[in-house]
């Protein structure tokens, strides 16, 4: 039996370049359709592999559409169509990300044959390969209790990404990131259950196991390849409100083997502590246990200068949205280059999260940043899996001091 078309809804006001998109993408080998007026827009949207979105409709506009779409759980690739300006569309197409949606291209009008082209084969590439929308992972019916039997059966593991030094390429860190493998599920992302887990009273254990599991991978990794770098795990907010908090993560590096200044804890920026005194004693306590500390997704939160005067921070991750766009957005270039001189004259490491190009990585060293990771160095992988990319690199893991 042949493959069924992939299907294209076309959503703009004027039928002119409705009809023009439509075209493109049935010359592309797809059937398309099309929809002047949003009055129907959720059944029509849903069933679609790829929808072409205009931003300035009437009635419901475009970013009213996308929050539809992440409610509904959608799966289709986006492709923007805007006259508007580069600032406007870059935030919608933020919104999108921060909903879920996959947003795979973006159409400048008025738009030549070509950039039709583009867009549709960047929006049609990979659809060959499943996918699972965050809004999906979401829905996923999981329960407190569900929590509690994964955390008890040690269900929960962790992948790995790795952290390279740009001054000589030398693989000097990870970062675990958790994963749920669930019995009736499958592989779950965090998506599905770490707001379940840090909005509840078992973010505490939530944590400790994922640390635990983490610290296991840790030593596995350095049996394997020799690695003897630092290992980064984020802690959610009500952990920087247990006095017990540092004492209990000592207890695990012991157990574990694995000397304090490994373990770089990372604290969300935007975390809003709700005792600020409290906060700071915890995290100085870790600091002084020889535990680093980082600001994670730094530039994306409110309270960032004082924060990082008042808490001893000694690294700074630069968010992966600001990365990721820096290199066709010139103010977030502007931001990005910013931080990096404000981490570097407070003395502070800095890392880029999210690098997916080798240019971003060149821009990046050009501008001082100390370290990256992202999709172009290396995807979380499992300790085995880490080992084949250890391997198969030139530089060689950092030596043990």
Same mark, same amino acid.
């Given at each position: 039996?042949?493959?069924?078309?992939?299907?294209?809804?076309?959503?703009?006001?004027?039928?002119?370049?409705?009809?023009?998109?439509?075209?493109?993408?049935?010359?592309?080998?797809?059937?398309?359709?099309?929809?002047?007026?949003?009055?129907? +827009?959720?059944?029509?949207?849903?069933?679609?592999?790829?929808?072409?979105?205009?931003?300035?409709?009437?009635?419901?506009?475009?970013?009213?559409?996308?929050?539809?779409?992440?409610?509904?759980?959608?799966?289709?690739?986006?492709?923007?169509?805007?006259?508007?300006?580069?600032?406007?569309?870059? #935030?919608?197409?933020?919104?999108?990300?921060?909903?879920?949606?996959?947003?795979?291209?973006?159409?400048?009008?008025?738009?030549?044959?070509?950039?039709?082209?583009?867009?549709?084969?960047?929006?049609?590439?990979?659809?060959?390969?499943?996918?699972?929308?965050?809004?999906?992972?979401?829905?996923?019916? @999981?329960?407190?209790?569900?929590?509690?039997?994964?955390?008890?059966?040690?269900?929960?593991?962790?992948?790995?990404?790795?952290?390279?030094?740009?001054?000589?390429?030398?693989?000097?860190?990870?970062?675990?990131?958790?994963?749920?493998?669930?019995?009736?599920?499958?592989?779950?992302?965090?998506?599905?259950?770490?707001?379940?887990?840090?909005?509840?009273?078992?973010?505490?254990?939530?944590?400790?196991?994922?640390?635990?599991?983490?610290?296991?991978?840790?030593?596995?990794?350095?049996?394997?390849?020799? +690695?003897?770098?630092?290992?980064?795990?984020?802690?959610?907010?009500?952990?920087?409100?247990?006095?017990?908090?540092?004492?209990?993560?000592?207890?695990?590096?012991?157990? #574990?083997? @694995?000397?304090?200044?490994?373990?770089?804890?990372?604290?969300?920026?935007?975390?809003?502590? #709700?005792?600020?005194?409290?906060?700071?004693?915890?995290?100085?306590?870790?600091?002084?246990?020889?535990?680093?500390?980082?600001?994670?997704? +730094?530039?994306?939160?409110?309270?960032?200068?004082?924060?990082?005067?008042?808490?001893?921070?000694?690294?700074?991750?630069?968010?992966?949205?600001?990365?990721?766009?820096? $290199?066709?957005?010139?103010?977030?270039?502007?931001?990005? $280059?910013?931080? @990096?001189?404000?981490?570097?004259?407070?003395?502070?490491?800095?890392?880029? $999260?999210?690098?997916?190009?080798?240019?971003?990585?060149?821009?990046?060293?050009?501008?001082?940043?100390? @370290?990256?990771?992202?999709?172009?160095?290396?995807?979380?992988?499992?300790?085995?899996?880490?080992?084949?990319?250890?391997?198969?690199?030139?530089?060689?893991?950092?030596?043990?001091?």
């Amino acid at each position: 039996m042949a493959a069924q078309a992939p299907k294209v809804l076309v959503v703009d006001d004027d039928p002119g370049i409705a009809g023009l998109l439509a075209d493109a993408a049935r010359a592309a080998g797809c059937s398309a359709s099309t929809l002047n007026d949003l009055s129907a +827009f959720d059944a029509a949207s849903l069933s679609c592999d790829v929808l072409v979105l205009d931003l300035m409709m009437p009635g419901m506009d475009g970013v009213e559409a996308l929050r539809a779409l992440a409610a509904a759980g959608t799966r289709a690739r986006i492709v923007l169509a805007s006259g508007l300006e580069q600032r406007i569309i870059d #935030s919608a197409r933020r919104v999108a990300a921060m909903q879920g949606l996959e947003v795979a291209a973006v159409l400048r009008k008025p738009f030549r044959p070509a950039e039709i082209r583009a867009a549709l084969a960047a929006a049609l590439a990979g659809m060959a390969a499943p996918r699972t929308s965050a809004a999906g992972q979401r829905a996923l019916p @999981v329960t407190l209790a569900d929590l509690d039997r994964a955390i008890e059966r040690h269900e929960f593991r962790v992948a790995f990404q790795p952290q390279v030094r740009l001054a000589d390429g030398a693989w000097i860190g990870v970062e675990s990131l958790a994963r749920w493998d669930h019995p009736e599920h499958g592989l779950l992302m965090p998506g599905a259950f770490v707001a379940l887990a840090e909005g509840s009273d078992r973010a505490l254990p939530f944590t400790y196991e994922i640390i635990a599991r983490s610290l296991e991978g840790l030593q596995a990794i350095g049996r394997d390849t020799g +690695f003897a770098g630092c290992l980064s795990v984020n802690v959610p907010p009500p952990a920087l409100t247990d006095h017990s908090f540092p004492d209990r993560v000592l207890k695990l590096l012991a157990d #574990s083997g @694995v000397p304090g200044d490994r373990l770089v804890v990372e604290i969300t920026e935007t975390s809003i502590p #709700s005792d600020p005194a409290l906060c700071l004693d915890i995290e100085t306590r870790l600091r002084m246990r020889g535990i680093r500390l980082s600001i994670d997704d +730094f530039g994306t939160g409110h309270s960032s200068l004082e924060r990082l005067h008042d808490a001893p921070f000694d690294e700074m991750k630069i968010d992966m949205v600001l990365v990721r766009n820096a $290199e066709r957005d010139p103010g977030l270039r502007k931001i990005v $280059e910013s931080a @990096v001189a404000l981490g570097r004259s407070l003395s502070m490491t800095t890392v880029a $999260e999210g690098v997916e190009t080798p240019e971003t990585l060149r821009w990046l060293a050009a501008i001082g940043c100390d @370290v990256a990771q992202g999709f172009y160095l290396g995807r979380p992988m499992d300790p085995a899996a880490l080992g084949t990319w250890a391997q198969g690199r030139g530089p060689r893991p950092v030596a043990a001091a």
